[in-house]
Nanobody, 122 residues
Framework: VQLQASGGGLVQAGGSLRLSCTTAERTFSSYSIGWFRQAPGKEREFVAA????????DYADSVKGRFTCSRDNDKNTATLQMSSLKPEDTAVYYCAAKYYKYSNREDEYDYWGQGTQVTVSS
């Protein structure tokens, strides 16, 4: 499954961004999608995930109430809506696919997108 992440950019603190993760693969609806991020000098960390059918989501404590996962399997697209952004949200954001049930462990994901830069200025 080849994933394409997009939607990153530069935004002021308190602003919003919407990331998308798309694929041309028809099997997209069989995969849960996880979102991870990596800030400079830090390890990659879990951000959020959505179940293959959109029926369940999971969020890191640091983004709960501010970020929202959604997906449209008809369009082979998963979305991460980010609001009330903070400078500490600055990172490269990745989407990843895991068959069936999501996880907050990056080593359990099978396929990765290339990453998109999110920069939040103070």
């Amino acid at each position: 499954v080849q994933l394409q992440a997009s939607g990153g950019g530069l935004v002021q603190a308190g602003g919003s961004l919407r990331l998308s993760c798309t694929t041309a693969e028809r099997t997209f609806s069989s995969y849960s999608i996880g979102w991870f991020r990596q800030a400079p000098g830090k390890e990659r960390e879990f951000v959020a995930a959505i179940l293959w059918n959109g029926g369940s989501t999971d969020y890191a404590d640091s983004v709960k109430g501010r970020f929202t996962c959604s997906r449209d399997n008809d369009k082979n697209t998963a979305t991460l809506q980010m609001s009330s952004l903070k400078p500490e949200d600055t990172a490269v954001y990745y989407c990843a696919a895991k068959y069936y049930k999501y996880s907050n462990r990056e080593d359990e994901y099978d396929y990765w997108g290339q990453g998109t830069q999110v920069t939040v200025s103070s």
